[in-house]
């Protein structure tokens, strides 16, 4: 029987047609997978089935009723939760107010039953292996807990379909590990899970089945057993993506170098020493927490470090602000794109040229920005309506090339890069390690933070494993290194030699 | 290029235009008399008028803009009017020190502001309510509760830079700093940042704009032109006192809301919030000529705020819906 089934589910947006007469079904108790491209449709599908969205034609028929959700609220009523991309969650409030928000369970007048809630909170926290108190306030929990928590959330709801969108993006493999360990519990209990990620690991390890979408299209639905990452990955893009490790020749390491030397700041990171030679590539893997955000934002002069030094191309350099890094030819692409990367008020003309002017301290807006605009739109593939558009009618692969061609602007000598495929699909993903490395034959010195460690395989020289604030080890990324011998020492316990 | 139509002050203009030709036709004289609206004089009084809050308006959109909000500029306008009043009546300055003087207060105003946001990081709303109290009160020390008549002080064929007519001046100061300003915003790379930080402010600190200094600028701005009106208050309608502007500060900051500023910051246009003021010195210039209609004044300035504001969100979702 069909948990599920959609049929000729058609969906535009203006011009642009998300989706195309999708028909398919997912079946009760299973595991479904959706994957592609980003722009592929999956969103606005599972947006539909979340009841956030409304299909312009087409029939969702949940069980063997035919629904018409129009609001979030009728798709929780039929059973169904969603746990969302991005972490929506109500920071300022408790755990228990987060899992009953918007359905709080009340007596008379209105009045809360929060005893009653705080009981049930506790009780789901404990099904998902959750060591959070009920009464925790929610922005002091880890990302990897805001996103149980939606999970939490679906499961207070009594839902029997449960959505994910991209659930692991920012969890570590460890918190993966947790969250499908929940996951796998709750699939013998019956529920059906529609998960949509880009992670192909994640889904064969997780799901029965796997239906593909291109271009608002349905692809194809295939049993796991029946087949191969290679062939979903073809599905997914319509061409062959050439293997990893066929990287372009790279020039000896030139003169041009960047080095820190025992640089702290407490309590984010400890006595952290390495050098990047110019036209190197090196990653820093670890896990969430590690503090390699807060390495990457202290080099380009947005925290003061307690102490320890910074040499670029040999000069002592401590930066101020991002804007004396840029202008000295470091450059830091971030990690949240939404958060810190665009402004969603300003068309990519100016999204694309404001680190440049700002780096030269720039009075007048030049007179040729709609030009060297379209020049860097063209020059990094960025699928974009115009240079008039705003950032929001781009995928989120075109999003991240944006931030990252702003920063390419400037022509960096060194270019910091922190989780910069995070949330983006396979072949943006191709896309942006194809600029990394472009960037470092070039000469550039990069430092790529990431905690996809295929990623970090496919594109780092060498790796520093980053565990508690420290550097671990480091390790040459050659064919025989593997996900294993990194992952053992970013996990290894304190204290052993590293 | 940006498309005609989708230029937002247009549609402010546009406003403006319907509400010209609407009270033009609605107080119509019978049997040959003159237009008691619709001429030179009353053209100019509308003028004179709305540029107090013109000015300031300024600086409340590009305030609006960065993310901010200004509450102060109702009483800077006071003080900086009896600052100038006081100096140039009472100790026989010379008009341009006492003007000096009157400008310097309201950049003093303004200097707190930004150290209250920036340096002691209180937000905007409660550091500038702060300023108005402080900057109102320090009107009222000043005057001791006394009237200047500046008026009465003035050579009556007083021209400023002694060219343009007394009524004339306000207006045209008007014009000039909103065109000026509006090229800031637009040509400049400062306008630029103002915009980036009312966007999204840690993109803007993460991209290299010098948040702290952007902030602090627009509101030393937003002082500066207020003081600029107050001024304006003092010599062109000749009066210094401590409790003139009172509630101003509103009517600006829903003048450059009209004009489609949004204080969720990031968008907005100086020119809008002129345009903005403009629309609101036409209703109180013609409301109070239509009998009876004196008691809805208020009622009717507020019921047009919501629904051009609502008109602008419609349309704004519809072009998002359009994309």
């Keep these: 029987m069909a948990a599920i089934e959609f049929r000729q589910i058609a969906k535009s947006f203006g011009a642009v047609e998300a989706l195309r007469d999708v028909s398919f079904s997912i079946g009760d108790g299973e595991a479904h997978a959706i994957v592609g491209e980003n722009g592929a449709g999956k969103s606005t599908l599972l947006k539909i089935l979340a009841g956030s969205l409304r299909p312009d034609r087409g029939e969702l028929r949940v069980g063997d009723t035919s629904v018409s959700l129009g609001r979030p609220r009728d798709a929780l009523a039929r059973g169904i939760g969603l746990v969302h991309q991005e972490m929506l969650a109500f920071p300022n409030l408790s755990v228990t107010a987060n899992i009953f928000a918007g359905r709080e369970l009340t007596g008379r007048f209105g009045r809360l039953r929060e005893d009653e809630m705080r009981a049930r909170a506790r009780e789901i926290l404990a099904r998902l292996h959750l060591p959070v108190s009920p009464d925790a306030q929610v922005d002091r929990l880890p990302l990897a807990y805001r996103q149980l928590l939606q999970v939490a959330r679906a499961l207070a709801f009594d839902c029997r379909i449960l959505a994910l969108d991209e659930p692991t993006t920012s969890l570590t493999a460890g918190e993966t590990d947790h969250l499908f360990r929940v996951l796998d519990q709750l699939k013998t209990t019956g529920v059906t899970l529609v998960y949509v990620s880009h992670r192909l690991p994640e889904v064969f390890r997780l799901c029965d089945r796997i239906t593909v979408l291109r271009d608002g299209r349905f692809v194809s639905t295939s049993v796991r057993a029946e087949a191969t990452p290679d062939q979903i990955v073809q ?264 | ?146 009237y200047f008549d500046v008026s009465g002080a003035l050579p009556a064929d007083w021209r400023l830079a002694g060219v343009v007519p007394l009524d004339w001046s306000s207006p045209l100061v008007m014009v000039a700093l909103a065109l000026m300003f509006q090229l800031l915003m637009t040509r400049f790379q400062w306008g630029r940042a103002v915009f980036a930080v009312g966007g999204n402010e840690t993109a803007a600190q993460f991209s290299g704009v010098s948040v702290g200094f952007v902030q602090a600028s627009v509101y030393v701005i937003a002082g500066v032109l207020a003081a600029v009106s107050g001024v304006a208050l003092a010599v062109v309608q000749g009066q210094g006192k401590a ?19 949004s204080l969720a910051g990031g968008r907005g246009s100086v020119i809008g919030a002129v345009l903005g003021t403009l629309i609101f010195g036409v209703l109180r210039n013609a409301l109070p000529q239509i009998p009876g209609a004196t008691f809805y004044d208020r009622l009717i300035v507020g019921v047009v705020v919501i629904v051009i504001v609502v008109m602008d969100q419609l349309i704004l979702q519809r072009r998002a819906a359009s994309v």
């Excluded at chain 1, 050439?242 to 400890?270: D, H, K």
């Excluded at chain 1, 993903?429 to 000469?443: C, M, P, T």
């Excluded at chain 2, 003139?244 to 009209?258: K, N």
Aim: aromatic fraction near 6%.
């Design chain 2, 243 to 261: 409790d003139l502007a009172t509630g101003y500060e509103l009517d600006i900051i829903a003048s450059a809301v009209v004009g489609g500023a």
């Design chain 1, 235 to 498: 599905a997914m893009v319509g061409r062959v993506i050439p293997p990893r490790g066929a990287q372009p020749a790279r020039p000896a390491p030139s003169e041009m170098q960047l080095r820190v030397e025992r640089l702290s700041r407490r309590p984010c990171f400890e006595d952290i020493s390495f050098r990047v030679d110019g036209g190197e590539i090196v990653a820093i893997f670890g896990l969430v927490g590690s503090g390699r955000s807060e390495l990457l934002e202290t080099l380009v002069g947005l925290h003061a470090a307690d102490s320890g030094e910074m040499h670029v191309d040999g000069t002592r350099r401590v930066f101020g602000s991002p804007r004396d890094a840029a202008a000295a030819g470091v450059a830091l692409v971030p990690e949240d794109r939404q958060r810190q990367g665009l402004f969603f008020n300003l068309n990519l003309r100016h999204n694309l040229l404001l680190p440049r002017a700002q780096a030269q301290r720039a009075v007048l807006v030049s007179g040729r920005e709609k030009r060297a605009s379209d020049d860097l739109l063209k020059r990094w593939q960025i699928k974009a309506p115009s240079s008039s558009a705003t950032p929001d009618s781009l995928s989120g692969g075109n999003q991240q090339k944006v931030v990252l061609a702003k920063w390419l602007a400037l022509e960096p000598k060194v270019l910091l890069l922190d989780e910069p495929t995070k949330g983006v699909d396979v072949g943006a993903k191709y896309d942006i390690h194809g600029i990394v490395r472009q960037l470092a034959s070039k000469g550039a010195a990069c430092l790529v933070v990431s905690s996809d460690l295929p990623e970090v395989l496919a594109l780092a020289d060498r790796i520093l494993v980053m565990r508690a604030g420290r550097i671990r080890g480091e390790i040459a990324a050659t064919a025989e290194t593997t996900e294993e011998s990194v992952m053992r020492m970013a996990a290894s316990v304190p204290g052993e030699a590293a």
């Design chain 2, 1 to 146: 290029m940006k498309k005609l139509w989708e230029v937002r002050e247009l549609s402010t203009v546009a406003i403006l235009v319907l509400e010209v030709a609407f009270f033009t036709w609605y107080l119509w004289p019978g049997g040959g008399r003159s237009h008691p609206f619709l001429n030179a004089a009353n053209g100019l009084l509308i003028l004179k008028y709305s540029s107090i809050y013109g000015i300031a308006s300024i600086g409340a959109a590009i305030v609006i803009i960065s993310g901010g909000i200004d509450l102060a500029p109702g009483a800077v306008i006071a003080l900086a009017g009896v600052v100038t009043g006081g100096l140039f009546v009472d100790a026989h300055w010379t008009l341009a020190a006492s003007a000096g003087a009157g400008l310097a207060s309201g950049l003093a105003c303004g200097l707190l502001s930004a150290a209250l946001i920036v340096l002691f990081r209180l937000p905007p709303f409660i550091a500038t309510l702060g300023v108005m109290g402080i900057a109102r009160g320090a009107a009222f020390i000043v005057t001791e509760g006394r």
